[in-house]
């Protein structure tokens, strides 16, 4: 029954979206969320429930879907700055290059637009409010890596809401540098924040109690100490490393709705899940589908929100760029998906775990030791069965862990030791996923979308096409 009543909503929202003006706009961009990414996901639901097939998720039962390409202007494989440029303003860039066209001026990003338009506007991520994504619709900047001076245009955007990690950067990198051009010590962004309005609210519960009054609200990680120069490691925890009093996305999603619903009688709304990407340069396969169904969890709410406005709202979900060259399958035609379940922790966790194991005994410490770890933590030895050759692999690894000579694997984002990286990619083996790059690829993405103008985002199309489509049905043009 239930099934049936949202199938004729979905039905309902063809019909309503080529006459209907959205007022409230949700934008859900899945960093490095490749096809193979979703549909890794959709089959590792469907056989914990021990069938061969996909178990969907909430965004791709919406009524129209599509394909988008993301190639750039400098190179046929983007990176996020570029891809993020093009899907928050519609016009290509450079690779680095963020919020600008390639010949150097600023792009109007579509927030900006329905800012001017007296919109209510929220920009949310995983990762920190100034990394690329995010920072791509309200940021121009030569360089993506320039945090500090993203990080001012962001207090000065006027935005409504942000949430996320932290900053990646309060000060500038170099500060005797920024002293010695400047004449004064800089401020952190933090302060440069509250000086243009905004609250900080460290947590879900820190925003309960600090939203009544604000009129500027920013959303952060909670963090020992609550200084202002807590840089963190970027991200908030992955959902598969995540304890109880971490911040969510899904908090994220339910602050932002809630602060903007409640002040603005029209909003849009970004919503980045960045930290697949991340997982996905660490092709840790487990981590990143837990965050794709982290990421569903808060497209759940708009969807929520779309049933009790459903002639008004416009949701949108897509991806900036594939990351890792996913593929599911490696050799015979099975798919293993479910031994997934076996790991409890992400790939850096565990790197971070052994290194706390090594620190702490040294040269007492025994292979059984870890072996007992990677029980624990992957199934090893009881879910997960290990051949001779392959124990003898991590045992010979082991030793040069001991010895201090591991080889250390650096990704864009993470370090962790060959042990750990071995181990988890040994997990992926034999689930049978492969991985072709550590890096990004220039596969074509999914677009699902459902509601108010949703109808214009099907079939085959470029990210440059997205932030138009998108301004035509807030503006409500034919």
């Known amino acids: 029954m239930k099934k049936t009543i949202v199938s004729i909503l979905f039905l309902c929202a063809i ?38 097939g996909t178990q969907p998720l909430c965004f791709t039962q919406f009524p129209v879907t599509g394909q988008c390409t993301t190639f750039s202007t400098s190179n046929g494989i983007t990176d996020s700055s570029a891809a993020g440029t093009a899907l928050a303003s519609g016009e290509k860039t450079k690779n680095s290059t963020l919020g600008l066209r390639p010949d150097g ?47 001012t245009q962001l207090a000065q955007s006027g935005f409504h809401f942000f949430g996320g990690a932290t900053f990646y950067q309060p000060y500038p990198k170099d500060k005797d540098k920024w002293v010695k051009e400047t004449g004064k ?27 009544d009054g604000s009129d500027k609200m920013i959303l952060i990680q909670p963090h020992e100490g609550l200084t202002d120069d807590y840089k963190g490691n970027g991200m908030i925890p992955y959902l598969i490393d995540r304890k109880a009093d971490d911040l969510s996305l899904t908090q994220i999603t339910e602050a932002a709705i809630d602060f903007l619903s409640t002040r603005h009688d029209r909003f849009f709304l970004m919503v980045e899940g ?23 969890n808060a497209i759940r ?66 292979w059984q030791t870890v072996r007992q770890l990677f029980t624990d933590q992957l199934g090893f030895y009881t879910n997960v069965q290990i051949s001779p050759e392959e124990d003898k692999t991590m045992q010979k690894q082991f030793k040069q862990l001991k010895k201090g000579k591991a080889k250390q694997i650096k990704t864009l984002y993470k370090q962790f030791d060959g042990l750990s990286a071995y181990a988890v990619a040994l997990l992926n083996k034999k689930a049978k996923i492969g991985w072709t790059t550590g890096s990004h690829s220039a596969a074509a993405v999914g677009v699902w979308a459902v509601g108010a103008g949703a109808e214009r985002f099907t079939g085959w199309q470029d990210d440059t096409q997205i932030a138009p489509k998108i301004i035509m049905a807030a503006e409500g043009q034919k």
């Open 185 to 211: 010590e800089p401020e952190s962004l933090y302060e440069i924040c509250r000086d243009s309005g905004y609250t900080f609210a460290r947590g879900y519960e820190n925003y309960q109690n600090s939203k």
């Open 301 to 366: 709410l708009a969807f929520e929100f779309y049933l009790q406005h459903p002639s008004e709202t416009l949701i949108i979900v897509t991806a900036d760029h594939e990351t890792g060259g996913m593929a599911l399958g490696n050799s015979d035609y099975n798919l293993r998906l479910q031994l997934l379940q076996h790991q409890k922790l992400s790939v850096g966790e565990l790197s971070g775990r052994l290194k706390q194991l090594h620190s702490s005994q040294g040269k007492k410490l025994q």
């Open 15 to 52: 019909l309503w979206g080529a006459s209907a003006q959205a007022k409230y706009v949700f934008y859900f961009i899945g960093d490095g969320m490749g096809q193979n990414q979703v549909l890794a996901t959709e089959m590792y639901l469907a056989e914990l429930q021990g069938k061969i």
């Open 105 to 151: 001026k600023p792009v109007y990003t579509i927030a900006e637009r329905l800012r001017d338009k007296g919109w209510g506007v929220g920009i949310t991520t995983s990762v920190s409010i100034d990394h690329a994504t995010p920072a791509a619709f309200y940021a121009h900047v030569d360089k993506r890596n320039q945090y500090y001076e993203i990080g």
């Open 274 to 296: 960045g930290a697949i990407d991340w997982a996905c340069h660490s092709n840790d396969a487990a981590t990143a589908i837990h965050d794709v169904i982290d990421f569903d």
